[in-house]
């Protein structure tokens, strides 16, 4: 059992743990376990989430130019649709509503404003003030937890470089203090169908499922790329 203390993402000149198509793969199953620090709010996909890391350091943006394949080293499932790797396991015992606030300085704009100014719009356009609620989230134990078959050294080598997960990450959301990677036995069907219930978003004739939660969802990353979404099975 090995752990890795977490650092924020930089881009490197190097590019550790990235396991390119033609480089032969020591693929194993594993777990892998985020010891958080405070709260969160949202959990990513494994595979998503190593994929940033990976794209980060060779300078891909997303929206600038044509989507490129990003290698990440978890291995594919028979199709080559998607990665043999989970989607986040955690339970929370503790929670909090939290706002983000914005209020137009109306008070410094009637003072510094032109003397022509009437009137000053508050609910649309640069000078729109809001209040968004948020949920921050207390994970039992602390812990986020994923599985997958992989490269155990080189996804070790890629988490070094997160620090942190789910939104809010700008100021301060989602810490993670430590990574642990380690070996784990399989069950039937790991790591994508446990019980009869998805694990991750998967194909709805996914064999194993049991009267699965159906929604509409990507089935690999970029998860935000909404054109590709079809019906999946989905953790319920």
Not at 112 to 135: F, M, Q, W
Not at 170 to 197: M, S, Y
Not at 199 to 212: A, F, K
Request: with cysteine.
């Amino acid at each position: 059992m090995r752990e890795v203390q977490a650092r924020a993402v930089d881009t490197a000149d190097d590019m550790p743990g990235v396991c390119r198509e033609e480089e032969r793969r020591t693929a194993r199953p594993l777990r892998i376990v985020a010891h958080m620090r405070g709260p969160v709010t949202g959990a990513p996909m494994l595979d998503g989430l190593l994929a940033a890391v990976v794209a980060q350091q060779r300078g891909l943006v997303a929206g600038f130019g044509p989507l490129e394949h990003v290698d990440i080293p978890i291995e594919w499932e028979p199709g080559t649709r998607f990665h043999l790797a989970s989607g986040p396991l955690v339970a929370y015992d503790g929670h909090e509503h939290r706002w983000v606030n914005r209020k137009f300085p109306l008070g410094e704009a009637q003072m510094l404003g032109d003397t022509k100014l009437k009137r000053v719009h508050l609910g649309a356009g640069p000078t729109k003030s809001y209040r968004i609620p948020h949920e921050a989230k207390f994970c039992m134990g602390d812990q986020i937890a994923w599985y997958c078959v992989g490269d155990e050294e080189a996804i070790r080598s890629l988490l070094v470089f997160v620090g942190y997960l789910g939104r809010r990450r700008a100021v301060g959301r989602g810490a993670v203090e430590r990574w642990l990677v380690e070996p784990t036995e399989p069950w039937g069907g790991f790591p994508l169908v446990q019980d009869g219930k998805a694990l991750r978003p998967l194909p709805v004739d996914w064999p194993g499922l049991v009267e699965p939660t159906m929604a509409m969802h990507t089935l690999t990353y970029p998860y935000w790329e909404h054109t590709r979404e079809e019906l999946c099975a989905v953790p319920g």
